[in-house]
């Protein structure tokens, strides 16, 4: 990560000693659960079962919020995890030097689909690009983003400074809240919404007569909410895991950039 963005996929040697750091064990179950509200916890599942470092079969998306586990009965355990409790972990734990990590990542490399970078999207990019002045697309992905419809067309400043406006020619709009249930973001909307959502954008079945942009690019600000449409493209069977990328550095890299085009408005 030599541009230092936020939120960015860890190496395997990072990831390991994580697992390490917390106790988690390559043959573990691991259920992935927020509090109510919470727009993140798609990242922590996709990074735990898409990346190759975990047995995806042994990552579960919890859909409900803790709130809703306390409010069923379910037992919860209170209390203030003291800092040298290996559940609490800090990304300077995963950083410090010393013995090589003895967590064993699933797929030794972690798999090269999970993220793409700029260069990968400029190619997309530039395909459709081309395919516009030529009447036809000529990029082999569709990029999907999952920010605000106002950020997207440039109308509604970003949230970070510096940045600009707007979205990259070709990338087609699903915020990701479109795909969660309004009252609690721990749920996906059902799944034939979701799949509607997704197709009204711009990302054809690929049954359909025609579709050959099988690879599907998912950006947002940081490389965090576009978990959420890439769980949910893979969840309601639009794509299968292997044909979805994040664009890790997402706006951020991409807006950061005065060279990279962008264009506004609807």
């Known amino acids: 990560n030599p541009a230092k963005l936020p939120h960015m996929k860890p190496l395997a040697e990072t990831f390991a000693r994580a697992m390490d750091r917390m106790g988690i064990f390559p043959d573990d179950t ?3 659960y927020a509090t109510k509200g919470c727009s993140m916890y798609h990242r922590a599942y996709w990074t735990l079962s898409s990346c190759g470092y975990h047995d995806p079969a042994k990552v579960k998306l ?3 919020s803790l709130d809703e586990w306390a409010e069923e009965g379910g037992e919860l355990e209170h209390g203030e995890i003291e800092e040298g409790d290996g559940r609490l ?9 010393g013995e090589g990590a003895s967590y064993a990542c ?3 490399g972690g798999h090269d689909y999970a993220v793409v970078d700029m260069e990968r999207v400029l190619t997309v990019v530039e395909g459709y690009l081309r395919g516009s002045e030529a009447g036809a697309a000529d990029d082999d992905a569709v990029i999907v983003d999952a920010r605000s419809s106002g950020r997207f067309r440039g109308t509604d400043p970003e949230p970070r400074p510096g940045l600009r406006g707007g979205r990259m020619p070709g990338a087609v709009n699903v ?8 009252d609690d973001w721990t749920k ?5 919404e979701v799949r509607e959502a ?3 954008a711009g990302v054809a079945p690929l049954e359909e007569r025609g579709s050959r942009r099988r690879k599907v690019i998912c950006s947002c600000g940081s490389g965090v909410t576009a978990a959420a449409l890439a769980v949910g493209l893979e969840e309601c069977g639009l794509r299968s895991k292997e044909d979805i990328s994040i664009y890790d550095g997402s706006w951020i ?3 950061g950039d005065d060279s990279t085009p962008i264009i506004t408005g609807d």
């Open 30 to 32: 691991l259920y992935v």
């Open 62 to 64: 919890v859909q409900g």
């Open 89 to 97: 972990f800090r990304m300077d734990h995963a950083n410090s030097e």
């Open 106 to 108: 699933w797929k030794d």
């Open 175 to 182: 915020p990701f809240f479109d795909l969660l249930d309004l």
């Open 188 to 192: 996906f909307r059902p799944m034939e």
């Open 198 to 200: 997704l197709v009204r």
């Open 253 to 255: 890299d991409w807006g």
